[in-house]
């Protein structure tokens, strides 16, 4: 299959140590999403990261310095396992009414009512991954805080879904953001799709 060139900006000897036999990997991936692309564009012969492999995922995470439990709201309970229920309890937060609002391939999401130390009572969404999946938080508050840094990236720096917090358990992850009341992307998709409209460049980009 074809490739693409695409660089990690991986700490040096990172790949060495993910794969000591040689510095890149060729890696089969589907590029069929590409066929609109002409093909003078394409580098067939180049290596391709693959952004889904799980062990270069977790050797980027081991190498980050400082480590990722140095940012700001990550949470990890390495001993101990979160059983989902009506209220449960996120290291100083307790989260009651507990609704499942939401399902992918990949997580669930469920709202619920965080009561704070201080009794604050806030509305919040929870997207609940099994394994825990630590990388999407990592990747949504890095790119807003490269974001926040660069003039021009920093006017489109909220279309980045901020997270509050994540509690990674042994057996699962809980990413916290806030609630929105404008329902999930498959709502808007169900309501274009049942009135017969086309969805605008702007709300795709949105």
Not at 9 to 17: A, C, D, S
Not at 47 to 54: E, F, G, W
Not at 96 to 110: D, L, M, P, Q, R
Request: net charge negative.
């Amino acid at each position: 299959s074809s490739g693409i060139n695409a660089e990690w900006p991986l700490r040096p000897g990172i790949h060495e140590t993910l794969f000591p036999d040689k510095t890149n990997r060729d890696i089969q991936v589907d590029v069929g999403f590409l066929k609109r692309v002409p093909r003078t564009s394409l580098a067939p012969t180049e290596p391709v990261t693959d952004p889904y492999d799980q062990d270069l995922i977790e050797c980027i995470i081991q190498s980050l310095d400082p480590p990722l439990f140095f940012k700001p709201h990550y949470n990890q309970f390495e001993d101990e396992e979160l059983i989902p229920k009506r209220e449960v309890t996120l290291g100083r937060m307790t989260v009651k009414n507990i609704t499942k609002i939401g399902e992918g391939a990949f997580a669930k999401v469920y709202s619920g009512d965080c009561l704070m130390d201080g009794g604050t009572v806030s509305p919040k969404a929870f997207k609940i991954q099994s394994p825990p999946a630590p990388w999407e938080f990592y990747i949504l508050t890095e790119l807003r805080e490269r974001m926040s840094k660069d003039e021009i990236a920093h006017e489109v720096r909220d279309m980045i879904l901020p997270m509050s917090s994540i509690h990674v358990y042994r057996n699962l992850s809980v990413l916290t953001t806030c609630l929105y009341g404008e329902g999930s992307l498959l709502d808007m998709m169900n309501h274009y799709r049942n009135t017969q409209r086309v969805v605008s460049q702007t709300v795709i980009c949105t």
